[in-house]
């Protein structure tokens, strides 16, 4: 009996010290509701950028510069994500993902609630697009410690042969998080008159994201560390300074990744924030004089595309190998550039056309790209070397994309724009070929 009490207490010792596993459908819906909650905030910028950030923030004297001036505040994100990467990676790797997640949302989450709180350019002068890009660079810093630490909660949870199905979960927050950024826009256009709209609707959903953001942190606090990490700790394989080793150790992998991903980002940023510029521009403008609430409606059909095809990516990634799919999606993409513009031009059938072939590609590229890049790095550094290729490509692909677009179709046509995505595409094949199959296999 004696016994028997001794190797019950022995037990419940062991039930105690056994780690607490998260589950499949926790995990996925962990990394998921954080990336969904990132992009919308994301693109809620991205859409008042073009809608409404020029005549608020800037001098509305030049509506071409005010608009350019937007973009410009709209890429300091883009360079506010590998600090991101750094900062949040280096935590990531030496103190886990799950605390470093929770302030990662955070980060971006108040950025976004106060860019809704911001004071207008007639009310406090040049002042209000400094606060406006400092706004920005907050989300930029949020989402680049985000996507990364959101690909290794699923990926480092995964059971084997199941990566890039798990890794492609997160992914799914970027098509939800702009079609529930676009049907907020659709909704206000639709409820508000365009005066109400411009006062003081468009703050909407920016103030409205903090009751997302509620909900990420209640979902993420619940989760436990991923069990890849906990054996890293447990080993004590961490590593003193994550990005110093990354750029000692894994210079390869991150020039080919951030090169990798570079199609990535310039086909997201011309069929979104590009594309909404020019299709509502007045004709007169050289634009395509579609209303604000038509373009959001065309590009949502599109991204309903993106949302399908990011776990078709996935299957097919994890069943063929994620660089095949890649070389071949990489191809399409480069094509694509070629029609774009004529399928644009070519009315509403045409746009409706070039919105669902462009983010159908995108949901095929998107799906495996968030395994491919975490996967040449190891655990002890893979936070900061996954998230520093993703942001590094969002400078060279996606940060000036909007920019360089409106100029190239400003001064020379919109058939020059699809040749801009053809050369992403053509460095970002190369960069792909230049890896080693188990490098985005493992």
């Avoid at 040449?376 to 942001?391: I, K, L």
Wanted: glycine share 10%; aromatic share 12%; hydrophobic share 55%.
């Amino acid at each position: 009996m004696s016994v028997s009490g001794a190797s019950g207490k022995a037990a419940t010792k062991n039930d105690k010290a056994a780690p607490v596993l998260n589950s499949p459908a926790r995990v996925l819906f962990a990394s998921l509701v954080g990336t969904t909650i990132e992009f919308f905030d994301f693109y809620v910028y991205a859409t008042a950028a073009v809608l409404v950030f020029p005549a608020v923030f800037f001098p509305a004297s030049d509506p071409t510069s005010a608009m350019l001036q937007s973009f410009a505040t709209f890429s300091i994100a883009f360079f506010a994500r590998p600090f991101g990467a750094m900062v949040f990676g280096h935590f990531g790797d030496k103190i886990g993902r799950k605390a470093t997640l929770v302030a990662a949302l955070m980060t971006m989450g108040l950025s976004t609630v106060i860019i809704g709180l911001l004071p207008t350019y007639a009310q406090i002068g040049v002042a209000a697009p400094l606060l406006l890009a400092l706004c920005r660079f907050g989300q930029g810093l949020g989402l680049g410690g985000e996507w990364g630490g959101a690909v290794l909660l699923a990926t480092e949870n995964a059971p084997a042969g199941k990566r890039t199905w798990y890794a492609m979960f997160p992914q799914l927050g970027a098509p939800i998080g702009f079609i529930l950024s676009a049907g907020t826009f659709i909704i206000l256009g639709a409820t508000l008159t365009n005066e109400q709209f411009m006062s003081w609707g468009w703050r909407i959903p920016f103030v409205g994201s903090i009751l997302l953001v509620a909900v990420g942190l209640y979902v993420r606090i619940k989760i436990t560390e991923t069990p890849e990490f906990q054996k890293a700790m447990d080993k004590q394989e961490r590593v003193q300074v994550p990005l110093a080793a990354v750029f000692k150790d894994h210079k390869r992998a991150l020039v080919l990744g951030t090169f990798s991903a570079l199609a990535t980002f310039v086909l997201f940023y011309l069929m979104t924030v590009f594309m909404l510029s020019w299709a509502t521009r007045p004709v007169e403008q050289a634009g395509m004089g579609y209303t604000r609430e038509q373009f959001l409606f065309i590009q949502m059909v599109g991204v309903a595309f993106f949302g399908l095809l990011i776990p078709v990516s996935g299957l097919l990634s994890d069943r063929f190998g994620r660089r095949f799919i890649m070389i071949l999606t990489t191809i399409g993409i480069g094509l694509f550039g070629l029609v774009m513009a004529p399928l644009l031009s070519a009315g509403v059938v045409g746009a409706v056309l070039c919105s669902i072939i462009g983010f159908a590609l995108m949901g095929m590229t998107y799906g495996p790209i968030g395994a491919a890049l975490a996967s040449p790095f190891p655990t002890a550094v893979r936070y900061t070397g996954a998230s520093m290729t993703f942001n590094m490509a969002s400078i060279f692909g996606a940060s000036l994309a909007p920019y360089i677009a409106t100029w190239l179709a400003t001064t020379y046509s919109l058939a020059h724009v699809g040749l801009y995505l053809l050369v992403a595409a053509a460095i970002t094949l190369l960069a792909i070929l230049g890896h080693k199959d188990k490098e985005f296999s493992s």
